[in-house]
Structures are given as C-alpha cells and as structure tokens.
C-alpha cells in the first residue's frame, strides 16, 4: 500500500531533550516535506527536500532540522525542544516537480507532540 | 506572510446543499490545489487547477481560479454528512526559480448537518 509514516504518533516529552519525528515514503517520492498545524494559523511549512541531500527551509524553520540520506527517508529533529514547539506535525510527500510546479502532497497521519 | 486566507472560516449547512469557500492568496502562483482534513487526521488531496486554467470538476467538486482577483473557490455540490471536515487551500509562492515552498491557507471548516 503507497503510504507515509511517521513515527511516534504521539509523543510528550521536556523542553531541552532532543526528539527525532521520522518520516517515511514508499512511493518513489522525490519531494518530501514537514509541517506543522496550530489552531488558527492552519499548516505552515517547515522544511522540504526536493531530493537526497537536498533540503531548503519553507515558512518556520527556526529550532528545527532535517536530513535526507535516503530518498524515502525525511527525519526531523528538534536539537532542544521548547514549549512553542508543541503542536500537530505531519510530514508530507509528492512525486518529482518539474517547471515550478508543485504537484499533489501524499500526508502522512501525523505526530501531536507536547513539550512540557 | 504570503499565507492564504479561506473564507469563511466556518460554514454549517444542511445536507444536500451547497458549500462554496474561498481562498485568496497574494503573489503569483503556478497552480493551486484543495486538501480536505477529517479533525485531527492527514490531509488528503482533492483537485489542482493550473494558473492556465479557469475551472476543474472532479465528481461533486468544482474549483475556478481568478489569478487576477488571486483567488480560487471551492464548490461541493448536494453535500453530505461524510464531507464534514476542514478544507485547505495550497500553492507555491512565486519568489523565483530554486524555491518549492508550498503555502497553505487556514481553511474553512465545513459542518454539514444530516
């Protein structure tokens, strides 16, 4: 079945400890995403990679990072997590872009995380 | 900010009617696609329109795109129960070659009532 995952689901943890969110495709995907949801404000982008080791900051990239070793693999990691960073994540993936075009965004079922 | 806004924020019909939402967006756009989030859940893609393009349908769902108003509307016609849920616009900024960013809107939250 063509899918994103992502791992924990869920995951409560304490500002200053470092968290990894893996991401995960099946679908051959050559652009992989990260967002983040809060009430009111809607997704707003994080990072995305257009492919391996290629990786460019979207909206709110401030206290996060990411690595793209592998095509189907797209981690975000949170070094030192603070309270502004508790919200829904969802990482997200699209088949190769071409011409400035963006195409459809496979969604995986997102993380909610809490730092306390 | 370069995010979209959807209008309205919320909408609560009866089933069987209509929904119209909008979404405004402020730069150039190459296209701009609709997503549908069930609470809490993953988004799903539903339709993209191509900035060439005026109108696309897809079953029960008709998008336009104005690119000179910058904006777009959603139709979801004879509406179900099982369509509640929060829509999304998202497109890509224009700020140049090299960038892929894709901008989403706030959404609409859709309740459609049995």
């Known amino acids: 079945e063509a899918q994103v995952t992502q791992n924990p689901r869920y995951l409560i943890t304490v500002t200053g400890k470092k968290l990894t969110v893996t991401c995960s495709q099946n679908?051959?995907?050559?652009?992989m995403s990260w967002y983040r949801q809060d009430p009111g404000l809607g997704l707003r982008q994080i990072y995305y990679s257009m492919n391996v080791e290629v990786t460019d900051k979207g909206d709110v990239p401030e206290g996060y990072k990411v690595s793209r070793k592998e095509k189907r693999n797209f981690p975000l990691i949170l070094e030192s997590p603070s309270p502004n960073q508790t919200s829904l994540y969802f990482c997200a993936s699209s088949p190769r872009t071409s011409g400035g075009y963006n195409y459809e965004q496979y969604f995986g079922p997102g993380t909610r995380l809490t730092v306390t | 900010s370069q995010q979209g806004e959807e209008d309205p924020q919320a909408l609560s019909i009866q089933e069987g009617e209509n929904a119209t939402m909008n979404c405004s967006y402020k730069?150039?756009?190459?296209?701009l696609q609709w997503y549908r989030q069930n609470s809490g859940r993953g988004l799903v893609h539903l339709i993209l329109i191509r900035s060439n393009e005026r109108e696309k349908h897809s079953g029960r769902l008709r998008v336009t795109l104005d690119t000179s108003k910058k904006s777009s509307s959603l139709l979801i016609t004879a509406s179900r129960a099982a369509d509640t849920a929060s829509y999304f616009c998202a497109f890509r900024p224009y700020s140049g070659a090299g960038s892929y960013q894709l901008t989403f809107g706030k959404g609409t939250k859709l309740s459609v009532i049995p």
């Open positions: 679908m051959n995907h050559e652009y």
């Open positions: 730069t150039s756009i190459n296209n």
